[in-house]
């Protein structure tokens, strides 16, 4: 009997990391690091400490967000890029959309380098109602 490393890569289970970020990228809203828990006990992860060792890498690697103002988190909708991350979140449905927005990530950049500021990383949240929850209260 055959065996290749590519039979033996493919029966290799999924890492914390990619089982957190497909988690991620099935939802539109924020997930906070116990509703992934949650939603990966099946898989396997059951300790707190996993699933935000895994949420760590993901964002190191940018390929995901931290939302302060609602300590969850999201998929990136743009992997590695480099400039500013920008969320409209709704208050009423919890939807965040990622923004790239570069009139607005060259102005971030420019007052970091006008102040003399090493800037790391920055995150916008703007939060206020999607354009589905106003059409749905005023319908």
């Not at 959309?97 to 800037?119: K, M, Q, T």
Request: with cysteine.
């Amino acid at each position: 009997m055959k065996s290749s490393k590519f039979a033996a890569a493919k029966r290799r289970p999924a890492s914390n990391r990619e089982l957190v970020f497909a988690a991620l990228r099935k939802e539109r809203k924020p997930l906070t690091a116990y509703q992934l828990l949650e939603r990966l006990r099946s898989q396997g992860i059951s300790a707190p400490p996993t699933v935000y060792r895994a949420l760590e890498q993901l964002i190191a690697d940018g390929l995901a967000h931290r939302l302060e103002s609602l300590n969850a988190f999201v998929a990136c909708a743009h992997p590695h890029h480099t400039s500013a991350a920008m969320f409209s979140i709704c208050d009423d449905c919890g939807d965040a959309d990622e923004i790239s927005d570069a009139p607005v990530n060259r102005r971030i950049s420019d007052w970091a380098l006008n102040a003399d500021f090493e800037l790391n990383h920055s995150i916008l949240e703007i939060h206020g109602r999607c354009s589905a929850c106003a059409r749905a209260e005023t319908g």
